[in-house]
């Protein structure tokens, strides 16, 4: 597989979150991750935000993680 440039990811959440560590190759923990929460977000509320920040932060990835 070809290394992850970087990652983009605005009101989003972790589908099947379980299999996150199987998933996620080592060199790619290395690239850029931007993830972006609404506050007020009403169709993907705010703890589904920082539960991917909490789960990338945790696994030693490269996060930058805002909330607007």
Not at 11 to 24: I, M, V
Request: charge should be positive; glycine fraction near 8%.
């Amino acid at each position: 597989p070809k290394k992850l440039g970087g990652l983009v990811g605005l009101s989003t959440f972790l589908w099947k979150p379980q299999d996150f560590e199987q998933r996620c190759q080592s060199a790619d923990q290395q690239a850029p991750i931007f993830v972006a929460h609404g506050r007020d977000d009403f169709m993907v509320p705010l703890k589904y935000g920082e539960s991917v920040a909490n789960t990338l932060k945790t696994k030693g990835c490269n996060l930058s993680y805002h909330v607007y």
